[in-house]
């Protein structure tokens, strides 16, 4: 467990899968992701993340907001394995909040927590991120927890047809 000023990065309980469900089926959330995620994949999600973060432990961790309880989304790091995505093997940060939660500086609070903790109990010697190319908003987090633009590992997302306008993905680096 990781905790913040205003959250909370832990492992997912039972009670989160419905909220974490809204969040991927919020259309302001699943346009960046390339389309909705319905509740028995993001059980299915949840299941995997946990078993993640028995087996290594870290992974995309529950983001909970500390001021009211409730599951803000998710923060942290996940291995990518080899032939998964072009960038692999790595390690990656990501996050995904609901829509409330955006624009309060959640995100780059509890990935700089979880970068913070990748370097150090992790010891990790690199950390990505990658994003689609038009999201501005998640390269902005990037930026402000110090990380860098690596283009010479930026790719075109395989799971994502030719013409999907979220295909070109940018690639961002962390080193301690």
């Known amino acids: 467990m990781i905790q913040t000023e205003r ?92 829509p409330d939660f955006w624009g309060q500086g959640l995100a780059s609070d509890g990935a700089r927590a979880a970068l913070d903790w990748g370097f150090g109990s992790g010891g990790l010697a690199e950390i990505i991120a990658f994003t689609a190319q038009t999201n501005l908003a998640s390269q902005a987090v990037m930026r402000r927890i110090g990380m860098t633009p690596d283009p010479s590992r930026d790719f075109d997302h395989p799971r994502l047809a030719q013409d999907h306008p979220l295909r070109r993905h940018v690639v961002w680096l962390a080193r301690p």
């Open 7 to 98: 959250l909370v990065l832990r492992p997912w309980r039972d009670e989160d899968r419905a909220a974490f469900a809204a969040i991927n089926a919020d259309p302001r959330v699943h346009d960046w992701l390339g389309g909705p995620i319905p509740p028995a994949v993001t059980d299915a999600m949840v299941d995997r993340i946990n078993a993640a973060i028995a087996a290594n432990g870290f992974g995309f961790w529950a983001a909970e907001h500390r001021a009211d309880g409730r599951l803000a989304g998710m923060i942290g790091l996940s291995r990518v394995g080899e032939g998964d995505l072009p960038v692999g093997p790595c390690v990656e940060i990501g996050w995904r909040l609901h």
